[in-house]
Nanobody, 117 residues
């Protein structure tokens, strides 16, 4: 059974920071492309950041320079450090692990991030 469990969301003021965690079980996260996505009310889920098996990272333009994705294989955890948060960052944030071959990816349940004064 594969499980991805996000945590670390909450309410933060603009300009603040949060660190999201994605605890992974059932698969070796070091062998999977991992990513963070987010979905705001009324919007489709959008890609935020990814980290490859080799540790290479990519980011959506909207978060580039503010967010950092990382992983700790020993802790079976993927992180998303979010700095300089903006109200438009408000969304439910989801962790994703790619499936093997043509199989669909695995998703966490999401964690709410609200950026508001």
């Amino acid at each position: 059974q594969v499980q991805l469990v996000e945590s670390g969301g909450g309410l933060v003021q603009p300009g603040g920071s949060l660190r999201l965690s994605c605890e992974v079980s059932g698969i070796d996260l070091s062998l999977r492309l991992m990513g963070w996505y987010r979905q705001a009310p009324g919007k489709q889920r959008e890609w935020v950041a990814s980290i490859s098996t080799g540790g290479a990272t990519t980011y959506a333009d909207s978060v580039k320079g503010r967010f950092t994705i990382s992983r700790d294989n020993a802790k079976h955890t993927v992180y998303l450090q979010m700095n300089s948060l903006k109200p438009e960052d408000t969304a439910v944030y989801y962790c994703k692990a790619d499936g093997r071959f043509r199989n669909p990816p695995y998703w966490g349940q999401g964690t709410q991030v609200t950026v508001s004064s």
